[in-house]
């Protein structure tokens, strides 16, 4: 369901989302206000993207959102992904959010408050709140970072993931496309 957002005290006009052509997003996803989805997105079932609080939220090229993600911010934040993101089931993705290329989000995890630098891994159950992670920052899975002192002493991520998410990204995109191809030839029938 793609719908604009309500008027507000803070925000006064209502604006629809705006989805690349290329883009797939399920029908059973939800996405209110000034969203933007760039070029060959996959936005997976139950999806919620709530630009009527943060605003806006912008989703990079070839970024996979994942079944029953959840994106919402604090009034006056953004979320902004920049491409090849994923963002596995179940994460929470709480603005103010900046989020570098190439980053993965694992299942169940929450990312609040937080700027995460370029090819960034966030493990599973993890939580990364109020913090800045710079580039190539591996959050173990179950691990809670919520201090600089954590976040500066993260390690790399490890060579057995560090292509984990271009196989992610490469599996969602082709989604994207095939259920696209799928969607516009039953409407044809």
């Known amino acids: 369901m793609l719908k604009a957002n309500c008027r507000t005290s803070w925000n006064s006009t209502e604006i629809m989302p705006q989805i690349h ?4 997003v399920d029908e059973s996803a939800t996405i209110i206000g000034d969203v933007r989805v760039g070029k060959d997105v996959y936005i997976a079932p139950s999806v919620s993207l709530r630009a009527d609080e943060a605003s806006p939220i912008i989703i990079g090229d070839e970024c996979n959102i994942q079944d029953s993600a959840v994106f919402h911010g604090l009034k006056g934040s953004s979320i902004e992904l920049g491409e090849n993101v994923s963002v596995a ?3 929470v993705i709480h603005g ?11 299942f169940n995890s929450v990312v609040h408050a937080s700027t995460l630098g370029k090819k960034c891994f966030v493990g599973h159950l993890a939580a990364v709140i109020g913090v ?3 580039d190539g920052s591996f959050v173990p899975h179950g691990k809670v970072v919520d201090t600089q002192e954590k976040a500066d002493a993260l390690g790399r991520v490890p060579e057995s993931l560090k292509d984990f998410n271009e196989e992610v990204v490469e599996v969602n995109c082709e989604f994207a496309k095939s259920y696209g191809i799928r969607r516009k030839s039953c409407v044809g029938q």
């Open 132 to 134: 800045n992670l710079k």
């Open 21 to 24: 052509s290329s883009s797939y």
């Open 96 to 106: 103010p959010i900046k989020m570098g290329d190439e980053c993965f989000v694992g």
């Open 89 to 91: 089931h179940g994460a």
